[in-house]
């Protein structure tokens, strides 16, 4: 068992006014920080700990969930960087979630923390108008707007961070926004 205990974290709040750019980063970040506020003061093993039987959901597969989701919508698709998976979805599509056991939480929050450093120099810059072509699983393609995919995280991190808001309640009683 793993004594490392998950940072503090100084959230950053979003912006009031703010031209569109801002705003988008603004709400990004404030989400992101939001998810390691949720885990902050946990050790490795309460990270690893299962919402609720039967779901495998755990704040530390949520980390490692939104890593893989950054940076395959800015990187991968948005930059068309050729980066390598960071778990092996072909033998379990949810991996990320499922393979917390024997994780290292304080190598996932190092990767987290790295992905979105490197999430946030493959955008800087770039037009919020700026497409590229995204394959859907019924195989179809659609131009999608980088403005697209930040709204896209955004919600993807509002609804995840109402579950680690459950999830932490379930560890340790602590609640809040």
């Known amino acids: 068992m793993t004594t490392w205990t998950a940072p503090a974290i100084d959230r950053r709040h ?3 006014r703010a031209d569109e ?3 988008l980063e603004g709400w990004l970040n404030y989400h992101r920080d939001t998810l390691l506020l949720k885990c902050a003061g946990l050790t490795g093993e309460q990270l690893r700990t299962a919402s609720a039987s039967p779901s495998t959901l755990t704040l530390l597969g949520l980390v490692r969930h939104m890593t893989v989701v950054e940076r395959s919508w800015f990187r991968q698709r948005f930059a068309g960087a050729d980066l390598p998976e960071l778990y092996d979805f072909d033998a379990d599509p949810d991996a990320e979630f ?3 056991d024997t994780a290292d939480a304080e190598a996932d929050f190092a990767a987290f923390r790295a992905e979105i450093t490197a999430v946030d120099a493959a955008t800087a810059g770039r037009d919020l108008d700026e497409v590229c072509t995204v394959k859907r699983r019924d195989g179809t393609a659609n131009e999608i707007s980088l403005r697209w995919i930040y709204l896209h995280m955004i919600e993807e991190y509002a609804r995840h961070n109402g579950h680690a808001d ?3 309640e379930a560890i340790d ?3 809040g926004e």
């Open 14 to 16: 979003e912006p009031y």
């Open 21 to 23: 750019r801002t705003m």
């Open 98 to 100: 499922n393979t917390v």
């Open 166 to 168: 459950l999830i932490r």
């Open 173 to 175: 009683g602590v609640t």
